[in-house]
C-alpha cells in the first residue's frame, strides 16, 4: 500500500515510440489508484469470509463451503439453579466429566447449547448422542467458568423438566471472523477443516493474483490449539504469523513454457476459458528449492493479451536489448534502478526477483509455546528450521503424507524417530544446517526409508522415482517430522 510496486505496472507498453523509462509508461501512485487496490484486497478476504454480511452470504463464502453447517443447537429446559446471568456462558458437567457449554436465554427462560455436538458425541468424548443424556429428570451439575487457571464455581445442580429439543433453523457455521482488512485475515476454524480452508484460499490467490505474486505474496499461517486452550494465547500466536518479512530475493528460471506441452491444472479450469485461457508456466529454482509459477496470459475477456501487469524485474543493471517489452524503473528491494521485463519475454537461466508466499503451522500444546513462533531477518522460524514452507509446499507435504500413511502408524513413528535421533546425536543443534549438505546422512536416510515395512501393495521400489527422491529430501531436511506433527499429532488422522 505504499506504492512503490504500483510503477511496475505500465499504463502503456514500452517500445521505441512510447520509451523505456517508467516515467513514460508506468502507472502513477495517485490516491485514486491505491484506493482501487484496498478495494480490491479487502474484496478479496470478504469473498474468503464476509465479515459483515448476512447468513446466506457467510455460508456461500470460500471458507462457508469448505467447513459447512452444524447444528442444530439444542434447547434445555430445568429447574434447581437460580440467579443465572442473561446470555451468560455456562458448563453442564456430563458423564466422564466431559462439559458441555451453554448460554442462558433469559426471556426464553433456557439453555441454549453453544458447543460442537458432533465433536462432544464423538468416540474420544462421551462416544454416544449428547441428545440421549439429556433426557426429562436427568440431574446434572452446572458451573460457571473462572478465569485462566482456576476452578469453575459450582452453581448448583440443574433437573432437566422436559427432553432436549432441536431449534429450528439454529444451524451455524463454525467460524468465527477476528479480522479482515485488505492485508489482513484472521479467524477461528474448525482444526479439521484447516487444510481445505488454506488451500481453498491458496487457490484463489493463485487465479486471482497470478499476474502480481512475484510482489503481492500471500503468508499464511494456521494455529492450532486445544478447545479449551484460551483464545487470547490463541490469537497472540496469531498475531506473530503476521511478521514475517516479505522481502524479493534472487531466483534462476529452470523450465519456462507458454501454454505448450503442459496441461493447466485444474485448480484454474474455472478461468480456463478468461485470463487462463492462455498462460506461462514459470519454474523457478532458488537453493535447490524449486516454486512452480503459472501466469495468467490473457485479460479477463479471454482475446486480450496482458501487456499491462506481468512484468518482473530482472537481475542485471545492463538493458536487455533483446526484450522487446522491458522499461527501467526503481526496484524497491534493491533501492536501485533496474529493468523489468514482460513475463512472456523470460527465458531459462534469467535471474529475476521474485517475493515467495509462505506457510507455517504451530501447534499451542501450551500457551507459552506461542513465544516459539518468532522470524529471523530473513523470514524464517527461530527455533523451528523447516519452516515456513513456501505456499507450493502445501501440495507436496500433502503428497509426501499420502506415502507415509501406507506404513504403519508405528513403522511411521520408527522411521521420523531414527532419522530425527540420528540427525541431532551427529549434528546437535544443527543451527548451520550441516545434516541438509551432508552426503553420508543423506544415504543413511535413503537406507531408513527403503529399510521400513512398506506394505506389499505399495513396495518402496515401486514408488516413483522422483517421489522417492522427494520422501527422501524431506527426511534430510526434517520435513517428514513437520508431516508427521500435523497430521498424527495435530490432526488425530488415523491413516
Not at 58 to 84: D, F, W
Not at 269 to 296: M, N
Not at 328 to 333: F, I, Q
Request: net charge neutral; with cysteine; hydrophobic share 35%.
Amino acid at each position: 500500500m505504499s506504492g512503490d510496486l504500483v510503477r511496475t505496472l505500465v499504463v502503456r507498453e514500452p517500445n521505441d515510440t512510447n520509451g523505456y523509462e517508467a516515467d513514460k509508461v508506468a502507472k502513477n501512485p495517485s490516491f485514486a489508484r491505491l484506493r482501487r487496490m484496498w478495494e480490491t484486497m479487502h474484496q478479496f478476504w470478504q469473498e474468503v469470509y464476509p465479515t459483515d454480511g448476512e447468513n446466506g452470504e457467510i455460508a456461500q463464502s470460500l471458507i462457508g463451503k469448505e467447513v459447512g453447517l452444524k447444528g442444530p443447537r439444542l434447547e434445555l429446559q430445568g429447574t434447581g439453579i437460580t440467579n443465572l446471568g442473561p446470555y451468560h456462558a455456562y458448563e453442564i458437567v456430563l458423564p466422564r466429566g466431559i462439559r458441555l457449554s451453554v448460554v442462558w436465554d433469559e426471556k426464553k427462560g433456557r439453555f441454549i447449547t453453544a458447543d460442537n455436538l458432533e465433536y462432544l458425541s464423538g468416540k474420544t468424548q462421551l462416544g454416544e448422542d449428547v441428545r440421549n443424556l439429556l433426557k426429562s429428570g436427568r440431574r446434572f451439575t452446572i458451573e460457571e467458568p473462572a478465569g485462566y487457571g482456576e476452578e469453575n464455581k459450582v452453581l448448583g445442580t440443574l433437573t432437566l423438566s422436559k427432553d432436549a429439543e432441536d431449534i429450528p433453523d439454529s444451524a451455524y457455521t463454525p467460524v468465527v471472523p477476528i479480522l479482515a482488512e485488505p492485508r489482513t485475515f484472521m479467524a477461528v476454524v474448525p482444526a479439521d477443516k484447516v487444510l481445505n480452508v488454506l488451500t481453498a484460499i491458496k487457490t484463489k490467490y493463485e487465479r486471482e493474483m497470478g499476474k502480481v505474486r512475484n510482489r503481492l505474496p500471500l503468508h499464511l499461517g494456521a494455529i492450532f490449539g486445544h478447545r479449551r486452550t484460551p483464545l487470547r494465547a490463541i490469537l497472540d500466536a496469531g498475531r506473530q504469523m503476521l511478521f514475517q518479512k516479505a522481502s524479493a530475493t534472487g531466483w534462476r528460471v529452470h523450465d519456462y513454457d507458454r501454454n505448450q506441452g503442459n496441461t493447466l491444472p485444474k485448480r484454474f479450469h474455472q478461468d480456463a476459458g478468461g485470463q487462463f485461457k492462455e498462460w506461462y508456466k514459470v519454474t523457478l529454482e532458488r537453493d535447490s528449492r524449486q516454486v512452480c509459477w503459472y501466469i495468467p496470459a490473457m485479460m479477463g475477456d479471454g482475446s486480450t493479451e496482458d501487456l499491462w501487469y506481468p512484468y518482473v524485474f530482472i537481475d542485471t543493471y545492463t538493458e536487455p536489448v533483446d526484450r522487446q517489452r522491458r522499461y527501467r524503473a526503481l526496484n524497491p528491494w534493491t533501492g536501485k534502478e533496474g529493468w523489468l521485463v514482460h513475463a512472456g519475454e523470460l527465458r531459462v537461466n534469467d535471474e529475476v526477483y521474485f517475493t515467495p508466499s509462505t506457510f507455517d503451522f504451530e501447534f499451542l500444546d501450551t500457551t507459552a509455546r506461542r513465544f516459539e513462533v518468532h522470524y529471523d531477518g530473513n523470514g524464517r522460524r527461530t527455533t523451528r528450521r523447516t519452516r515456513p514452507f513456501y505456499l507450493e509446499d502445501m501440495d507436496r507435504l500433502e503428497a509426501l503424507w499420502e506415502h507415509m500413511k501406507k506404513l504403519e502408524r508405528a513403522q511411521r513413528y520408527k522411521v521420523i524417530s531414527t532419522i530425527e535421533a540420528t540427525r541431532e546425536a551427529w549434528f546437535g543443534w544443527d543451527t548451520e544446517g550441516r545434516s541438509i549438505t551432508d552426503e553420508v546422512f543423506k544415504q543413511f536416510v535413503a537406507d531408513t526409508l527403503a529399510g521400513a515395512a512398506w506394505p506389499k501393495t505399495h513396495n518402496w521400489t515401486e514408488i516413483d522415482n522422483k517421489e522417492r527422491k522427494d520422501l527422501i529430501e524431506a527426511g534430510v531436511r526434517g520435513e517428514l517430522a513437520d508431516v508427521a506433527e500435523l497430521h498424527m499429532e495435530i490432526l488425530k488422522e488415523k491413516g
